[in-house]
């Protein structure tokens, strides 16, 4: 997470401490580590999606699940807003759905990606990677 400053009275000190942790897919590594840069929003499990090849009927199908990332983005914290505003206007593709599930102190969000190849693209957009 980037450092923001914060403003507290004497007595609340803060620091930082990771008390979570994810199970990440490796192909989706370089997106999860851009989004847990936001001050507010934890990444709280991914899949860079898969695809599976058979042959039916002589012909080869392909099938697989679809890459998603499901962030918690935390509604007290006064940068979050417009930090979430930034993550959506960088993934803002036809391919990809970001879906609030739940609303509160923590939201929780479900971004989801149209292929495993669009993630990829729009991955390496944004990161570098």
Known sequence: MRD??????PDHVQVKL???EADIDI???PL????NSFYGIMTRASCEGTLKEQIVEGQISVTGSFP???IWV???CDTAGSDLKEVRSKLEYPSVAINRLSQGDVSIYHIMFGSKEEMK???KKITGQ
């Open 4 to 9: 923001v400053p914060t403003i507290n009275p």
């Open 18 to 20: 990771t008390i979570v």
């Open 27 to 29: 192909g989706i590594i």
């Open 32 to 35: 999860v580590k851009w989004l």
């Open 68 to 70: 998603y990332i499901v």
């Open 74 to 76: 935390s509604g007290g």
């Open 121 to 123: 693209r729009i991955q």
